[in-house]
């Protein structure tokens, strides 16, 4: 179970605004959750957040990529990209990748 760190502190702080925000161990990080939403994660200590068709264009205009990992022999992307560096500077930048994390989360939910 992986132990949670200052940087893990530090984004449930940085997401206050949000609401009840909780982190759950799994796959050797943290899945980040409002309420029972699942919309970011965090894996050593960087911070990845929910994309879809209508958010990820906006990760990759800022040069930001999604989450990897090797299963099996084989490379593995999924929808949570790196959130840019701003979000650990400026709330208001950690607020507004949030809400397109938990939208994107709302519309996955939906499907």
């Known amino acids: ?25 799994m ?18 200590d960087s911070l990845y957040f929910k994309a879809d068709a209508a958010t990820s264009g906006e990760f990759t205009a800022q040069g930001l990529n999604p989450f990897t990992y090797l299963s099996r022999g084989k490379t593995v992307t999924l929808q949570y990209y790196a959130a840019p560096p701003d979000v650990f500077e400026s709330p208001e930048a950690m607020q507004k990748w949030g809400r397109l994390a938990i939208g994107a989360a709302l519309r996955s939910r939906s499907k």
């Open 1 to 25: 179970m992986a132990k949670r760190t200052e940087f893990v502190e530090f984004v449930i702080e940085q997401m206050a605004p949000f609401g009840a925000i909780r982190v759950r161990a």
């Open 27 to 44: 796959f050797g990080g943290f899945g980040v959750y409002q309420d029972d939403l699942m919309f970011a994660i965090i894996i050593d």
